[in-house]
Structure formats: C-alpha cells, structure tokens
C-alpha cells in the first residue's frame, strides 16, 4: 500500500508541478465550455427575439373579406405582386408566404419557402390559422428543463470525461516509455503491479477533477443556452440523492475511460500513436451517449449491463425525474468491476517485457 502511494504521489507531483499542463486540463476548459455556451444563447435570444419582432409577409389570393382582419393581425400582407412576381419574391426570400383561397370549395393553397426560417415560421402561422384549432402545451417549464438536461447532458459529460482522462493518461505512460524514464522506474524493487494500480489510482483523480470542471462550465451556461429556447433550469429540481447517484456513476465511469486509456499508452510506443489509437473508442463513448436518448425512461434492465452506456442511461434517467435505484446499482458495480478487470489487464501489460521495452 505505501508503494502504491509513493506513485500516486509522483503523478500528483508531475501533473501540479507543470502549471501549463494543470491549466490546460483542469481550468481552460470549463472556461471555454462557459464561453462557449453562453455565447450559443446569447446568438439564439438574440436570433429569436429577432424573428419575434418581425412581421411575416404574405401574399394573399382570393382573400374572403370574412377573413381579412384575421390575415392582417398576423402577416403583413403585400398586395403589389402578381402570381408570378410574388413565387419568384418567395425563391430568393423577399416574401415569406403565398396564400391561395379557392374560388369554389377546393382547398385551400399555402406555399412557402423552407429554405428560409420565416418562410417556415410564417407557414406554421398559417397552418394554424387554416386548420383552426388552440395549440395547448400541458408541459410545465420544469418538465421542459428536465427533457433538455436529460437529452443534452449524457453524451456531453461522456465526451468532456473522456478528454479529461485523455488530457492525463497517454503522457503518464507512452510518454514515459517515449522518454526512457518509465525503463527506470520498472528496474527498481516495487512490484510492477503497484505501479499500474498508483498510475491508474492518480490519473483517475486527475481525470475526474478535468471532467467536472468542463461539467461545471457545462452546466453553468445551460440556464443561459436553455433559457433561449424556452427552458427553465435550475439545479433545485433535484435532491441530494440525484445528485449522489449522478457522481457515483461518474466515478464509476472514470475509472473505466483512465483503465482503457491506460492500456492503450502502454501498448503504445508514444504519445501520438496513443492517441492515434484512442479515437475509434472515444467514438464509442459518443455513440454510447447519442443511444442514451433513444434508450427511454423504462429501458430494458440488461442495458443496464453495458459498461458506459449505462452510465449514460442513468444520468439520463436521473435528470429525465425516472430514478431506477435498481440500474443505478447494477450500473456502478458492474463498471467498478470492469474496471477492475482492466486494471489487471494492465498489471499483465506491466509484467510483460516485450511491451514496456517495446521489444
């Protein structure tokens, strides 16, 4: 045990003692990610509040009097168009909607421009005018918040988990075998088991401290990126339990991403051919959040067996409101034991001369 703190030490003492490297990974990008965000809905209100304050225009055909003052409280109807003039207008976006009442009892004509977001706006106006019927959303804002969060959060707090842990791992170990100085290391009195688990130990505490702090800038600009849509966010709408159950599972998660990354550098001869080998899995951690949306509230229990998509599948679950106490359990252990396996994995890939020697 004390050989395995003294590595965790040296990790500690490399990663902290180098300032570019601690800021790159642990500061720069929950900065980046809050700029980022906030801009994104800065750019969105102020799209919509844009397309708010602008009239749709419209040119109507065979307008019934009946109807005019309806058309006229919502388009701004321009009648200095011929039939012709006013669809040419609609293809290079100078009118947003053509309306066309039937002389007799047809249908009536709505043709717009679905290149164009008015066009579109104007066309959904329209429709609804036509059909003549109360659009009536029964979803409070809450609901609305917790469907944003539940859809946009997983994939992203995979992704930013696995930068954090990609930021780490390589340059522990291929860069040391690169360097020569992992040879020296190896050469001395302590098992080279204790080596893998201290190195797996200290990048996954390095790892989750990157990752939350991209999560903390993450969900810090949500309440600005969501309030542009309509979504109401706050961090209220769930207890310390959620809260618990969401860590649990990223430290459950963490160890998983440090443990394969991990392998990978050491089967590497250098840093650039880790990372070169990496991508096809940091594809499958994408993957694995973008299936997490289409799993639903009620998955089947077996997903819950897939190491990282359940995690995906909880933390979706967990901010959707539908805590399945059962996943979540079934989630960390079977994760934590994956991990396990992994790291005996690498304790083998230590061992083995042929690999640390690149030989």
């Known amino acids: 045990m004390k050989t395995v703190l003294t590595i965790i030490k040296k990790e500690f003492a490399r990663f902290f003692k180098d300032t570019r490297l601690w800021i790159t990974a642990l500061i720069l990008p929950g900065l980046l990610i809050f700029a980022l965000y906030n801009i994104m809905g800065s750019i969105i209100e102020s799209e919509v509040e844009k397309g708010a304050d602008e009239t749709c225009t419209a040119y109507i055909v065979n307008m019934p009097d009946s109807q005019s003052a309806a058309y006229s409280a919502i388009f701004d109807i321009k009648d200095d168009y011929t039939n012709q003039t006013a669809e040419d207008a609609l293809k290079d976006g100078k009118l947003d909607l053509i309306i066309v009442f039937p002389t007799d009892a047809g249908k009536i004509q709505i043709k717009y421009?679905?290149?164009?977001?008015?066009?579109?706006?104007?066309?959904?106006?329209?429709?609804?005018?036509?059909a003549n019927y109360d659009i009536v959303d029964l979803a409070d804002e809450q609901s609305v918040a917790r469907t944003i969060l539940s859809t946009v959060v997983p994939m992203v707090l995979l992704m930013l988990l696995f930068s954090g842990c990609m930021a780490v791992a390589p340059e522990s170990i291929a860069g040391e075998k690169e360097r020569g100085t992992i040879a020296t290391l190896l050469v001395t009195p302590v098992k080279r088991s204790h080596i893998a688990v201290g190195k797996i130990a200290a990048l996954s505490a390095i790892a989750l401290l990157s990752g939350l702090s991209s999560a903390l800038?993450?969900?810090l600009s949500l309440p600005k990126l969501a309030g542009s849509v309509g979504g109401g966010i706050s961090f209220a709408m769930y207890g310390f339990g959620d809260y618990a159950a969401v860590l649990g599972v990223i430290l459950s998660t963490v160890l998983i991403l440090v443990a394969v990354i991990s392998i990978v550098s050491a089967y590497a001869k250098s840093v650039k051919e880790a990372s070169g080998l990496v991508v096809p899995i940091m594809i499958l951690?994408?993957?694995?959040?973008?299936?997490?949306?289409?799993?639903?509230?009620?998955?089947?229990?077996?997903?819950y067996f897939i190491p990282v998509f359940n995690s995906a599948l909880v933390i979706s679950n967990v901010l959707s409101g539908a805590v399945n106490t059962a996943g979540i359990a079934i989630t960390v252990c079977m994760n934590v034991a994956f991990a396990a396996v992994l790291v005996f994995v690498l304790t083998q890939m230590f061992k083995s001369e042929r690999i640390m020697f690149n030989k």
């Open 285 to 303: 951690v994408m993957l694995c959040g973008v299936f997490s949306m289409f799993a639903g509230t009620v998955a089947s229990i077996g997903l």
């Open 217 to 219: 800038g993450m969900l």
């Open 113 to 130: 421009n679905s290149a164009e977001t008015k066009s579109q706006t104007a066309y959904a106006l329209a429709v609804a005018m036509v």
